[in-house]
């Protein structure tokens, strides 16, 4: 039998429940391989979660069958059940929702802000500058290493097993909510929301720029940018290139110069909320990789310009926030909403421009 582990840029569909990705993305959806297997020419029939047990190293029966369950076991490139029987000659391929990397997840003490939390999941406030998930130079120091430390007494909760955890995710500067599953069923019925559409997801964004519309959508497929592969780019609805996308947004306060909007996801992609805005000729402020830490409007005059540094050192990151966050819960079907204030970064910089708006306005 031949095994084979793949690196971190190995990715194949999930045709299941996806799991959303971070870049996350504002809550893109990937899943990475993590190893592939073929069968020998004289394997003998074999239930697969019994023929995975022989070949595979830190796993049990249970989490197999889980991961069958949530189509992360694929033969011949098909999702299969813990029952199917491998044939000679099957390759056979195991997904995870996390790019593959050599340490498993070690608990770390690292402070949590927990908004809520029961038996089957809990709903973390993300500070901006916390990464998510481990991955590529990130090994420790995430969220989900904290998790796995508030976690660790819970015989039910395996910071290793896909099945639990994270159900979305958020970019590193980006600060808000995020809900956590602690067991199989919970991730499962909060991931079909997500992917459903029937979560409510709401974010303010400080955007460079003033609208014609107190209110608009935005349409446009999201796919890597052709030439720039940190950015994400958007592509006409029916060009066939990308994942498609849909922005709903709302004008807050207008600044003249800048606008804080509020954004509802009616889908979920990589940099979504980031990308599109720069789409419409509004990029977020500050947000480096999209061009946001220039100055995009405004005055020539060297005041000015010290002005709008001086709100960069207030806040040194895209000025996004996952305010509120809705979903149905898994167990009880209660409604449920949250709402996170928005950090003191972006609260001191929104009174910098309010501060400077009535100035000008005096003047």
Same mark, same amino acid.
């Given at each position: 039998?031949?095994?084979?582990?793949?690196?971190?840029?190995?990715?194949?569909?999930?045709?299941?429940?996806?799991?959303?990705?971070?870049?996350?993305?504002?809550?893109?959806?990937?899943?990475?391989?993590?190893?592939?297997?073929?069968?020998?020419?004289?394997?003998?029939?074999?239930?697969?979660?019994?023929?995975?047990?022989?070949?595979?190293?830190?796993?049990?029966?249970?989490?197999?069958?889980?991961?069958?369950?949530?189509?992360?076991?694929?033969?011949?490139?098909?999702?299969?059940?813990?029952?199917?029987?491998?044939?000679?000659?099957?390759?056979?391929?195991?997904?995870?929702?996390?790019?593959?990397?050599?340490?498993?997840?070690?608990?770390?003490?690292?402070?949590?802000?927990?908004?809520?939390?029961?038996?089957?999941?809990?709903?973390?406030?993300?500070?901006?500058?916390?990464? #998510?998930?481990?991955?590529?130079?990130?090994?420790? =120091?995430?969220?989900?290493?904290? *998790? &796995?430390? /508030?976690? +660790? $007494?819970?015989?039910?909760?395996?910071?290793?097993?896909?099945?639990?955890?994270?159900?979305?995710?958020?970019?590193?500067?980006?600060?808000?909510?995020?809900?956590?599953?602690?067991?199989?069923?919970?991730?499962?019925?909060?991931?079909?929301?997500?992917?459903?559409?029937?979560?409510?997801?709401?974010?303010?964004?400080? #955007?460079?720029?003033?609208?014609?519309?107190?209110? =608009?959508?935005?349409?446009?497929? *999201? &796919?890597? /940018?052709? +030439? $720039?592969?940190?950015?994400?780019?958007?592509?006409?609805?029916?060009?066939?290139?990308?994942?498609?996308?849909?922005?709903?947004?709302?004008?807050?306060?207008?600044?003249?110069?800048?606008?804080?909007?509020?954004?509802?996801?009616?889908?979920?992609?990589?940099?979504?909320?980031?990308?599109?805005?720069?789409?419409?000729?509004?990029?977020?402020?500050?947000?480096?990789?999209? =061009?946001?830490?220039?100055?995009?409007?405004?005055?020539?005059?060297?005041?000015?310009?010290?002005?709008?540094?001086?709100?960069?050192?207030?806040?040194?990151?895209?000025?996004?926030?996952?305010?509120?966050?809705?979903?149905?819960?898994?167990?009880?079907?209660?409604?449920?909403?949250?709402?996170?204030?928005?950090?003191?970064?972006?609260?001191?910089?929104?009174?910098?421009?309010?501060?400077?708006?009535?100035?000008?306005?005096?003047?």
């Amino acid at each position: 039998m031949n095994t084979d582990c793949s690196n971190d840029k190995d990715r194949l569909p999930l045709n299941g429940i996806p799991f959303t990705d971070e870049e996350p993305d504002e809550e893109g959806v990937s899943v990475y391989e993590h190893h592939r297997l073929t069968a020998d020419s004289g394997q003998k029939p074999m239930r697969i979660d019994k023929f995975l047990m022989e070949h595979l190293y830190n796993t049990s029966r249970n989490r197999l069958q889980r991961a069958a369950e949530q189509e992360f076991i694929l033969v011949n490139g098909r999702p299969v059940k813990s029952s199917y029987k491998v044939k000679p000659l099957d390759e056979i391929v195991i997904l995870l929702d996390r790019p593959k990397y050599e340490n498993e997840i070690i608990p770390e003490d690292i402070p949590l802000d927990i908004v809520y939390e029961d038996e089957d999941l809990m709903v973390v406030d993300k500070p901006a500058g916390l990464v #998510v998930h481990p991955g590529c130079g990130n090994y420790t =120091g995430t969220l989900v290493n904290a *998790i &796995a430390w /508030h976690l +660790k $007494d819970n015989p039910d909760y395996d910071p290793n097993d896909p099945t639990v955890g994270l159900v979305h995710r958020i970019d590193k500067d980006t600060s808000g909510l995020l809900v956590v599953a602690k067991n199989a069923d919970a991730k499962t019925h909060l991931g079909r929301q997500f992917f459903n559409k029937t979560t409510q997801r709401l974010y303010n964004a400080l #955007v460079w720029g003033s609208f014609q519309d107190e209110e =608009g959508r935005i349409e446009g497929n *999201i &796919a890597r /940018h052709p +030439k $720039d592969r940190m950015q994400m780019a958007v592509f006409p609805p029916d060009s066939g290139i990308g994942k498609h996308a849909v922005t709903h947004y709302r004008v807050l306060e207008n600044f003249n110069y800048v606008t804080l909007v509020e954004c509802r996801l009616e889908t979920g992609r990589t940099h979504q909320i980031r990308a599109h805005m720069k789409h419409i000729g509004h990029p977020l402020f500050n947000d480096e990789r999209y =061009g946001g830490n220039e100055i995009l409007r405004g005055t020539q005059f060297s005041k000015y310009k010290q002005f709008i540094q001086n709100c960069f050192a207030v806040c040194p990151r895209q000025a996004l926030h996952a305010r509120t966050l809705g979903f149905i819960h898994p167990r009880s079907g209660q409604e449920m909403y949250f709402t996170s204030e928005l950090p003191a970064d972006m609260t001191a910089l929104l009174e910098r421009w309010r501060s400077y708006t009535a100035h000008r306005g005096m003047e």
